[in-house]
């Protein structure tokens, strides 16, 4: 990476922010070859994630309060132990709950300066995982629970007819989502907007319960 920063013209040009795209896209094709169990696919595609991060370090490492790449593995192999105490440390952790709870109880600890649920929830991530993201996060102050409510009514309904309404399993529910879609299409209207709409009151609302 220090050699091609010296040596590429096109590399010495790049910054953070130009980098950005190409992080994503490295990043969408790495979720693509998990998804499609191509081993050899996601061998090649952690590689170039990977010089992805190699390409920040080595740009930072340049700038004005610079850091590296040995700075990046130290911080997160210190990272790493702190939110492990059942493996470092002297916790126990006997299930995957608990696990969670040492976690969370480690970064709440390291964060200490946030002051809603909502610090440090990326508003760039794709309006799906965020809306899924800030849900779990309503949990926390009661928000949401009208939409659990929803969802109850609409499976005591099923009950009472017997006749499904709600997806039965994960691909019933990409088939329901996928259909949504394709009824936004149909009217005119923009799914991913619409969505990420809803997503912005949702935040407001987990804000004003704060």
Known sequence: ???VRDRCVWTQQMTHE???PYLIEESAELVDAVERGDRAEMREELGDLLWQV???????SRADDPFDIDDVARGLNDKMIRRHPHVFGDETAETPERVLELWNAAKAAEKRERTSVLDGVAAGM??????QKLLGKGEQVGVGRELLGEIAAAEAIEQADGMQALPASEEELGDTLLGLVALARARGWDAERALRGRVREL??????AE
């Open 54 to 60: 190699l390409f920040h370090a080595e740009l930072a």
């Open 126 to 131: 794709p309006s799906l995982a965020l809306a």
């Open 1 to 3: 990476m220090r050699q």
């Open 203 to 208: 935040a407001d609302e987990i804000r004003a």
């Open 18 to 20: 130009e980098l950005i």
